[in-house]
């Protein structure tokens, strides 16, 4: 059975910066795409960065210059550095790796359970 365990999250005040890591257990055959998505009070799941297995990244425009992520194939795990949080940065954030099982199978969408972060003075 596939899991994505998070870890890090919680509150910080404007300006602070937080943690998330995030690491993939179970049998797998490969890891394609893994990253960060949030979704905050009334609004959609929005993406905040992906990392493809080459070290690609796509960060949301609102986190640019402001997140990091970074990828250890070899652990199966994926981190997000954020700094200069903002208010309008709270919101559930959630792990995404697309997966692939086995090589007879087609890769699936998997997601952790969701970490809160909240930014607030």
């Known amino acids: 059975q596939v899991q994505l365990v998070e870890s890090g999250g919680g509150m910080v005040q404007p300006g602070g910066s937080l943690r998330l890591s995030c690491a993939v257990s179970?049998?797998?055959?490969?890891?394609?795409?893994m990253g960060w998505y949030r979704q905050a009070p009334g609004k959609q799941r929005e993406l905040v960065a992906t990392?493809?297995?080459?070290?690609?990244?796509n960060y949301a425009n609102s986190v640019k210059g402001r997140f990091t992520l970074s990828r250890d194939n070899a652990k199966n795990t994926v981190a997000l550095q954020m700094n200069s949080l903002k208010p309008e940065d709270t919101a559930v954030y959630y792990c995404?790796?697309?997966?692939?099982?086995?090589?007879?199978?087609?890769?699936?969408?998997?997601w952790g359970q969701g970490t809160q972060v909240t930014v607030s003075s």
């Open positions: 990392i493809t297995t080459g070290g690609s990244i």
């Open positions: 995404h790796a697309n997966i692939r099982l086995s090589i007879l199978r087609p890769s699936a969408e998997y």
């Open positions: 179970g049998n797998i055959f490969s890891i394609y795409p």
